[in-house]
T-cell receptor, first 112, second 117 residues
Framework: KQEVTQIPAALSVPEGENLVLNCSFT??????LQWFRQDPGKGLTSLLL?????REQTSGRLNASLDKSSGRSTLYIAASQPGDSATYLC???????????FGTGTRLKVLA | KAGVTQTPRYLIKTRGQQVTLSCSPI?????VSWYQQTPGQGLQFLFE???????NKGNFPGRFSGRQFSNSRSEMNVSTLELGDSALYLC????????????????FGAGSRLTVL
């Protein structure tokens, strides 16, 4: 059974810091991993998708890496800004199904 | 390109009533999945549809049901509402759902917030 864990649960940093969010999963038989952000009371916004054949993906100040063998992914945010404040969620598909399992998220607050 | 549209955005019901939520996917997307989000349980998978067929169902009671129409629009229905059904219901669309290429990005709507009194 796939389980997804995100550490830390919450993080507060001053503006300008580089930070790393972690995502761990128990079943390495995945074909992608997706990172999302969610603003309070809103839907999820897709940030990055990493296919199993890739080791990392970049979009602007965001870089996500994937290590299937160790069951880990990291989301690196460079030069954080107050607008980055949100909850960040990772999700992996369950093998053989069309169902995604989500982590419980990391609530990020960037202080101006 | 229009995003995923969910209606209604907010609704209040009382216990025992039923509710129907609607989701219009991005044009060309044929897979629609539904998730329930609560503070205690996080995001939990309800079901996924592709070409009017339910391909997967999550661990929810039979009071939760859904369907997909030929234009890929989807509805979900919850009957005999309970207090614990209060949640944000999120719909996501993708080209074809998860597949071996791993290239299908999930695009979510803004959600329908249901409050059961």
């Amino acid at each position: 059974k796939q389980e997804v864990t995100q550490i830390p649960a919450a993080l507060s940093v001053p503006e300008g810091e580089n930070l790393v969010l972690n995502c761990s999963f128990t079943d390495s038989a995945i074909y992608n991993l997706q990172w999302f952000r969610q603003d309070p009371g809103k839907g999820l916004t897709s940030l990055l998708l990493i296919q199993s054949s890739q080791r990392e993906q970049t979009s602007g100040r965001l870089n996500a890496s994937l290590d299937k063998s160790s069951g880990r992914s990291t989301l690196y945010i460079a030069a954080s800004q107050p607008g980055d404040s949100a909850t960040y969620l990772c999700a992996v598909p369950t093998s053989g199904t069309y169902k995604y399992i989500f982590g419980t998220g990391t609530r990020l607050k960037v202080l101006a | 390109k229009a995003g995923v549209t969910q209606t209604p955005r907010y609704l209040i019901k009382t216990r025992g009533q039923q509710v129907t939520l609607s989701c219009s996917p991005i044009s060309g997307h044929r897979s629609v999945s539904w998730y329930q989000q609560t503070p205690g349980q996080g995001l939990q998978f309800l079901f996924e549809y592709f070409s009017e067929t339910q391909r997967n169902k999550g661990n929810f009671p039979g009071r939760f049901s859904g369907r997909q129409f030929s234009n890929s629009r989807s509805e979900m229905n919850v009957s005999t509402l309970e207090l614990g059904d209060s949640a944000l219901y999120l719909c996501a669309s993708s080209l074809s759902g998860s597949d071996s290429s791993g290239a299908n990005v999930l695009t979510f709507g803004a959600g329908s917030r249901l409050t059961v009194l």
